[in-house]
């Protein structure tokens, strides 16, 4: 007996890769999400009509989404309001059974919820929090140790790391009350990874936080990936989270995918232009600027020009020799600006209609 | 064992919230020692010094209002605290993160948060009975606390399932914070004897309601008066209807869609 099973071992052990570890961490096929939202006119009469009588349409938030994610990956979710980002994560959480399609998430089936699956993923929303609001960090951090049944050793080694990564010392012994946006979104985080979980969905974990506040946390969702390679799953309104953290971007947009692939080439497709920024001693001549690219701005001390990235190398070596432009660099144009096209553009299927 | 690690941490935090709002509390305390008071004063002018209204004397009246009062804080104490708050959580979504929990969701919820201070209440209910038995100038049986205390238990666990059920209705209804103050203006039946209600008053606040089985039955078990078979029915009802509850928890949840999509 012992010998065959050791046999068997052996056998399902090469090539020696673990036999559970799934070799994506989440997979979704497929993936459709229809809610039924009650309907209701403005003002008293519709409301009291709809006491009585109801009427509900589908809305479809997430349409026939596929995608994998690799562990360790961090990837964004760019879209606009309302385009089905969060539907998606709640349905990769287990939050939301999916309507139709299927989803893989370290190898589980999300919406069943099995304990296993759960100490493995953790949910960050920026706009709601998990902390006990009357009373210190520290407490929550307990009661998530007690929940997760974290072992003492483990807890106070993952705590202490936690702590000096997020500076949260002091300020995790105040009440929640107390606490500033930023410095509660770091406890937020804080209570969301004690357990170490392998797969983080991030909704907005900066919102309304001030610029280094947002790169605090930025730096400390990057260094949590790489010293647990984690897989990183994050929406956010600051493209500049996006673009600092995740090497790919999914684009969703009105519930389909819209783009799967890195940012970079994103932008590229988008906007082949890149953005040269002119200090000035003298003002330009415009007309003169017009033949080497497109005028975005234009002043006494200041121009800022577009020139398709086949240009550039020739209109830089040009704006450089004149002896007005004291100072020059160029940039990619505003992310925001980039998104902006992206979404103003047809989809494919708006295009094959007539 | 792990479940009751997590019941102790949760009653500590419970515990230190109380210490942090210690005037308050201690004010609620005070508050519920008047109220107390205040609420033998109907009792006082309807038994005292008059014969007895379908049996039931001055004395063993207190013991029904004794029961009601130690009923309300351990519905205060220990149930109501944290089941408002799921109400609350649903509306603004942030069950998620319980449910996102790899624990028992209901266990979570039901546990959330003690009002520690409401342990005032229970003293107040010993004083009662203390008073009534007094003036009944015997002590009750052993047995017979032990028989009050399960009845106690039995009462306590519909009114935990009731609660459920209503937050399991919050799942689909999301907003119904009134009901728990219908919930409470009802229970306030409760410190009458159910038996001074008659036609169908009676059948309501037995069946339908049971008000029966919270106050009076305990407070007949605690006067060696409550026949056996009685007692059975109401502990075996009261599992029954816990285990409903749950199987409606559980298709609540599974229904559950969070606020904001």
Redesign the interface.
């Known amino acids: 007996m012992g010998r065959v099973s050791q046999i068997q071992v052996a056998g399902f052990c090469y090539p020696p890769v673990p036999l559970m570890a799934p070799a994506q961490s989440v997979v979704v096929k497929g993936l459709s999400k229809v809610?039924q939202v009650h309907e209701r006119g403005a003002g008293l009469t519709a409301s009291l009509r709809s006491l009585f009588h109801r009427r509900y349409r589908a809305?479809q938030?997430v349409q026939d989404l596929s995608f994998s994610i690799a562990p360790g990956e961090r990837v964004g979710f760019l879209g606009p309001n309302?385009a089905g980002k969060?539907?998606t994560l709640?349905v990769l959480?287990?939050?939301?059974?999916p309507t139709e399609g299927e989803v893989l998430v370290s190898g589980f089936v999300p919406q069943r919820?099995q304990?296993?699956f759960?100490?493995q993923?953790?949910?960050v929303?920026g706009q709601?929090?998990?902390l006990?609001w009357?009373?210190p960090p520290v407490?929550t951090f307990?009661?998530?140790?007690?929940?997760?049944?974290i072992e003492e050793r483990t807890f106070k080694q993952t705590l202490d790391e936690l702590t000096t990564l997020l500076d949260i010392g002091t300020i995790a012994q105040k009440?929640t009350r107390q606490l500033s946006l930023g410095e509660r979104m770091k406890c937020e985080l804080a209570a969301a990874l004690l357990h170490r979980p392998q797969v983080l969905f991030l909704d907005e974990p900066t919102i309304g936080l001030d610029v280094s506040m947002q790169l605090t946390v930025r730096e400390f969702i990057h260094s949590y990936n790489e010293r647990h390679g984690a897989t990183v799953i994050l929406t956010s309104h600051y493209m500049d989270d996006v673009a600092a953290l995740c090497p790919r971007v999914i684009v969703i947009d009105h519930g389909r995918l819209r783009y799967d692939g890195s940012l970079p080439d994103l932008v590229r497709s988008v906007n082949p232009h890149k953005q040269i920024a002119l200090r000035t001693s003298a003002p330009l001549d415009r007309a003169a600027l017009e033949r080497v690219g497109a005028v975005v701005a234009l002043d006494a001390a200041r121009a800022v020009l577009q020139v398709p990235r086949a240009a550039l190398h020739e209109a830089v070596a040009h704006l450089l020799g004149r002896p007005e432009v004291t100072d020059l660099t160029v940039e990619d144009p505003p992310l925001e600006e980039v998104m902006r096209a992206f979404f103003a553009r047809p989809t494919a299927e708006q295009e094959a209609a007539p | 064992m792990?479940y009751l690690?997590?019941l102790l941490?949760?009653i500590?935090?419970s515990l230190?919230?109380g210490m942090?709002?210690r005037w308050e509390f201690l004010l609620g305390g005070g508050l519920t020692v008047v109220w107390t008071l205040i609420s033998l004063v109907p009792l006082h002018i309807a038994f005292s010094g008059r014969p007895p209204i379908e049996g039931w004397t001055y004395e063993r009246a207190l013991v029904v209002v004794g029961w009601f009062t130690l009923l309300k804080g351990v519905l205060d104490g220990a149930v109501n605290p944290s089941l408002i708050r799921v109400v609350e959580q649903i509306r603004?979504?942030?069950l998620?993160?319980t449910?996102?929990?790899?624990?028992d969701a209901q266990f979570?919820v039901s546990t959330a948060k003690f009002e520690v201070w409401k342990v005032v209440d229970v003293t107040a209910a010993l004083a009662i009975f203390t008073y009534a038995f007094s003036r009944l100038g015997r002590a009750p049986a052993v047995v017979d606390v032990a028989v009050a205390l399960a009845m106690l238990g039995a009462a306590t666990l519909v009114l935990y399932s009731l609660w459920i059920l209503v937050i399991a209705a919050a799942f689909w209804v999301v907003r119904l914070d009134n009901l728990a103050y219908l919930f409470n203006s009802l229970f306030d039946f409760a410190r009458w004897p159910v038996t001074m209600f008659s036609g169908i008053w009676r059948v309501i606040f037995t069946v339908v309601i049971p008000l029966a089985l919270m106050t009076t039955y305990p407070a007949l078990a605690l006067l060696g008066a409550l026949p056996p078979r009685t007692g059975l029915l109401s502990v075996g009802g009261a599992l029954l209807f816990a285990v409903v509850a749950r199987v409606v928890w559980r298709r609540a949840i599974?229904h559950y869609?969070?606020a904001?999509?």
């Open positions: 809610y809305v938030a309302g969060t539907t709640k959480s287990g939050l939301l059974h919820r304990v296993e759960l100490k993923i953790t949910l929303m709601k929090q998990q006990l009357d009373l407490e307990a009661l998530n140790r007690a929940i997760y049944d009440p | 792990r690690r997590l941490t949760q500590r935090i230190a919230l942090q709002y603004q979504g942030t998620d993160f449910l996102l929990k790899p624990a979570l599974a869609t969070s904001s999509s």
